[in-house]
């Protein structure tokens, strides 16, 4: 079974600058989650889809941040424009729908640096 | 206000010995805990997890407490192995959201 895929690994940009994530979980997988992990952090959730519905995006900062699940599946994260405080790795993670479903399968992550 | 603390941000333990790694929560409403590695470069793993209504849950080496009046979980893997070396992170969830703590590094010396 493929996981979730991210893409890029790596990204460095300018602050003011704009940058887009790219998320495909796991085959299936109702609910698709994406994190934010500073250095030294646990992750931090943005935002929360179930199909191609948001649940919960309450910390989400929606001034420069958006995001997008299309036909329910891949998704991605918009960060526009970047400031300093956004270097962080973008996790994205998924879960089958269903309240016995707990654990989350997260993705590799993308590291964003912004200078 | 952080939900979830991990109060020790490394471990070092030798191979063989117990590692007990800890967790602290303030949320009475946290229905369910998770324990996640980490190694790095790559995302979270799932490890194990216990359900509120139990103070015990054991998979293989490892093993979660979950003490709910102090609040507290604990991780003990036994024995200790060098591949067991990264970064541990503590998870509980409400209402569908889970909220993670900063985490800890565990490093196992052959």
């Known amino acids: 079974e493929a996981g979730v895929a991210q893409s890029p690994r790596y990204k460095i940009i300018e602050k003011r600058q704009s940058v887009a994530f790219w998320c495909n979980p796991i085959?299936?997988?109702?609910?698709l989650y994406w994190y934010q992990q500073i250095l030294g952090q646990g992750p931090k959730l943005l935002i929360q889809?179930?199909?191609?519905?948001?649940?919960?995006d309450s910390q989400l900062p929606k001034d420069r941040f958006s995001a997008e699940r299309l036909k329910g599946v891949d998704s991605t994260l918009k960060i526009q424009p970047a400031k300093l405080e956004d270097s962080a790795v973008y996790l994205c993670?998924?879960?089958?729908?269903?309240?016995?479903?707990?654990?989350?399968?997260f993705g590799p992550g993308t590291r964003l640096t912004v200078t | 206000d952080q939900q979830v603390k991990q109060n020790s941000p490394s471990l070092s333990v030798q191979e063989g010995r117990i590692s007990i790694l800890n967790c602290d929560y303030t949320?009475?409403?946290?229905?369910?805990f998770l324990w996640y590695k980490k190694y790095p470069a790559e995302g979270p793993t799932f490890l194990i997890s216990?359900?509120?209504?139990?103070d015990k849950n054991e998979d293989g080496r490892f093993t979660v407490f979950l003490n709910k009046s102090a609040k507290h979980l604990s991780l003990h893997i036994v024995p200790s192995q060098p591949g067991d070396s990264a970064v541990y992170f503590c998870?509980?969830?409400?209402?569908?959201?889970?909220?993670f703590g900063d985490g800890t590094t565990l490093t196992v010396k052959p």
């Open positions: 998870a509980a969830r409400n209402a569908g959201k889970s909220t």
């Open positions: 889809f179930q199909n191609n519905g948001v649940v919960d």
């Open positions: 993670a998924s879960s089958p729908w269903g309240r016995d479903y707990y654990e989350q399968y």
């Open positions: 085959s299936g997988h109702a609910t």
């Open positions: 216990i359900s509120s209504i139990k």
């Open positions: 949320n009475s409403m946290f229905d369910y």
